[in-house]
């Protein structure tokens, strides 16, 4: 659970869910109220930690391109309930 705690973690995740592949501006516009220190930082030890992979393309200005790596992809049905039970919790409020 400590590998996504957090306010950010699980926000990046959901925009990488089902294999989406995102660049880090894209995840900027996604996400507005993030820093960007804030999400590199996250990005970083999310990677670190195996769950993101990080593709650099050697062009100018560099591309950069986040997905969830293979064991972060298996956290997807769990995120998936998760999600399931809030959205259920907001209709019976």
Known sequence: ?????GRWK???????FGGQVQRFSDLERLI???????????LRQMEKDGMVERTVYPTVPPK???RLSEWGQSLCPALDSLLGWWENKEIKE
């Open 32 to 42: 507005p109220d993030i820093s960007q220190k804030m999400l590199a930082q996250q």
């Open 10 to 16: 699980l926000l990046i995740l959901f925009h990488l």
């Open 64 to 66: 950069v391109e986040y």
């Open 1 to 5: 659970m400590s590998l996504i705690a």
